[in-house]
């Protein structure tokens, strides 16, 4: 069946500019993860979500990040005012229990 | 707080030898474990996943791992290494998700690049 799919794969932007990141989990999952993979800081959870509430929220980095989750499906990041330091790649996640499936990932580069 | 410990950056083997990918964990719970495999330019696998029933625990591609409360350690072995195995591999731990809305969040550590020489 299908996985968790994201887009874009590549998104190039300047700094100041906003942009939004996309994940469709694979269907029936009711939990969706965020997490961003950059070379210094490794593998970071960012967001948790049950359904489309998010009890977890403790891992953005900054008030310039923030998500959400609609239909108990689709997710999206959301990052205002982009920082070089926000290049990286964002993945994402869902689970039925405990398994999580990841995506491809979104690389993002700050110019 | 939880946390794992990667104990090296890179192994280089030689094709055909046993591989040893050694971690080590921290929880104050009782924890969910887990190794998944990141190949150049593509997505986390998860290789396998402990929660609390054998302690050996076997996955795909003749990977297996051991879960050892006394040393808080959870190795990945292989009796054999091949060149496709050349890939980044993270040790990841979990707290179980209890209570419904505690997640249940990873927490990867820093990764180990497992190089296979022919």
């Known amino acids: 069946g299908a996985g968790v799919s994201q887009s874009p794969s590549n998104k190039v932007t300047e700094k100041g500019k906003d942009v939004e990141l996309r994940c469709d989990p694979i269907?029936?999952?009711?939990?969706l993860y965020w997490y961003r993979q950059s070379l210094g800081q490794g593998l970071e959870f960012l967001i948790y979500?049950?359904?489309?509430?998010?009890?977890?929220k403790s891992g953005l980095p900054s008030d310039r990040f923030s998500a959400e989750r609609t239909g108990g499906s689709v997710s999206t990041l959301t990052i205002q005012r982009t920082q070089q330091e926000d290049s990286a790649v964002y993945l994402c996640?869902?689970?039925?229990?405990?398994?999580?499936?990841f995506g491809p990932g979104t690389r993002l580069t700050v110019t | 707080a939880q946390s794992v410990t990667q104990l090296d950056s890179h192994v280089s083997v030689s094709e055909g030898t046993p591989v040893l990918l050694r971690c080590n964990y921290s929880?104050?719970?009782?924890?969910?474990l887990f190794w998944y495999v990141q190949h150049p330019n593509k997505g986390l696998q998860l290789l396998l996943k402990?929660?609390?029933?054998?302690?050996l625990v076997k996955g795909i591609n003749g990977f297996e791992a051991e879960f050892k409360k006394s040393e808080t350690s959870f190795h990945l072995t292989k009796p054999s290494a091949h060149m496709s195995d050349a890939a980044e591999y993270f040790c990841?731990?979990?707290?179980?998700?209890?209570?419904?809305?505690?997640?249940?969040?990873?927490?990867f550590g820093q990764g180990t690049e497992l190089s296979v020489k022919p």
């Open positions: 996640a869902s689970s039925l229990v405990n398994e999580q499936y």
């Open positions: 269907s029936g999952h009711t939990a």
């Open positions: 979500f049950q359904g489309n509430s998010a009890p977890d």
């Open positions: 929880s104050s719970y009782s924890p969910s």
């Open positions: 402990y929660t609390s029933a054998a302690t």
């Open positions: 990841v731990v979990s707290e179980r998700a209890v209570i419904y809305n505690q997640g249940g969040k990873l927490i």
